[in-house]
């Protein structure tokens, strides 16, 4: 009696294993080695992970990203060391900007053609809502803090381009429509795409503006989280088209919360948070494809927030709860040339 209790028990431990084995082949290798591809079948290599800072701590919820073209170093927003870690062209961690050069709070990274630094950041203990900016030196050159328009004393900006004028363009937490400041910080104005698109009694009297962009003729695609769309506006500020349409399914957004100019490829590159996707439009607004979704191996995601684009063309992705940013190689698909 005491051996087939005890050949019962072994039996069942043996079957346990055997259902966990089962299960890790499933669902952990293919999501951890396997080749991932684009929509199209195109292969996404990974060229490098950014897991460390310059200090060799861990990455911690890096939440931005943005990459200078004229230097190609790298920026990444580290939410959790409440600091900027700035990576050479070859993804080497270099340095960290942080709290000793005013940097407590930061949310986003943009470089301007001389090399100033700007950095949004939320309010904190030492000072309200601002924009940093740092020289090339990183020595401090100037504050900007936000007045002028209703809102002005609540807002947290949070993405920001130069535009081909000089001024800046600036996104906030919760905020519809763009700020736009001239080079000094002053307002100027408010674009608001809800104010052209919407009757006046919609439901939606204004559109909440998640990120920004511009490409090399100075065109700004303003992204909404909300209606999971992209406005696209000239450089001098007149609306000429929107596209992009919510869902869960391939081509759709759920979530978007980045996106990136390709110049040279003519791509539009836009981050789904909750699909764990980057989808890819050319530059009519037609969608071309998308890859990544839910997981840890290379290529796949857990929550991205950001999208770059380096001078190589790799397509650089904040990765969010995998803790890291993915440097990844998008084959080039060929129904891509018919668009040149």
Request: hydrophobic share 35%; charged share 20%.
């Amino acid at each position: 009696m005491k051996d087939k209790i005890i050949k019962k028990i072994t039996d069942n431990k043996k079957t346990r294993i055997m259902i966990i084995a089962i299960y890790l082949i499933i669902f952990f290798i293919p999501n951890a080695y396997s080749q991932q591809r684009t929509s199209l079948g195109d292969p996404v290599i990974p060229i490098a992970m950014l897991t460390k800072d310059d200090q060799g701590q861990p990455l911690k919820f890096p939440s931005s990203v943005f990459c200078d073209q004229k230097t190609g170093e790298i920026y990444v927003v580290s939410s959790g060391s409440s600091k900027v870690v700035i990576y050479s062209p070859d993804y080497f961690p270099e340095i960290s900007i942080g709290e000793g050069r005013g940097i407590d709070a930061p949310r986003g990274v943009y470089v301007d053609k001389k090399g100033n630094i700007y950095i949004t950041q939320g309010p904190s203990s030492t000072h309200p809502s601002e924009i940093t900016i740092l020289n090339a030196a990183l020595f401090p050159v100037k504050n900007i803090t936000f007045k002028g328009f209703k809102g002005a004393k609540s807002f947290i900006p949070v993405n920001l381009i130069e535009g081909k004028y000089g001024n800046l363009y600036v996104t906030g937490l919760g905020t519809y429509g763009v700020i736009v400041l001239n080079k000094n910080g002053k307002f100027l104005k408010r674009i608001v795409p809800g104010k052209n698109l919407y009757l006046k009694h919609s439901k939606i009297p204004h559109i909440i503006i998640t990120n920004i962009a511009k490409d090399k003729n100075g065109n700004l695609f303003m992204l909404s989280e909300s209606t999971s769309k992209i406005y696209v506006y000239n450089a001098e500020g007149d609306f000429l088209f929107s596209f992009g349409q919510k869902g869960g399914t391939l081509g759709k957004t759920s979530h978007p919360r980045g996106i990136a100019i390709d110049n040279d490829k003519k791509l539009i590159y836009v981050v789904d948070y909750m699909r764990h996707t980057v989808l890819a439009y050319n530059f009519r607004g037609e969608f071309m494809f998308e890859f990544g979704g839910k997981g840890w191996g290379p290529g796949w995601f857990n929550y991205p927030t950001s999208v770059t684009v380096d001078k190589n063309g790799y397509v650089i992705v904040a990765d969010l709860f995998n803790q890291r940013v993915q440097v990844l190689k998008i084959g080039k698909p060929k129904d891509l040339l018919q668009f040149k």
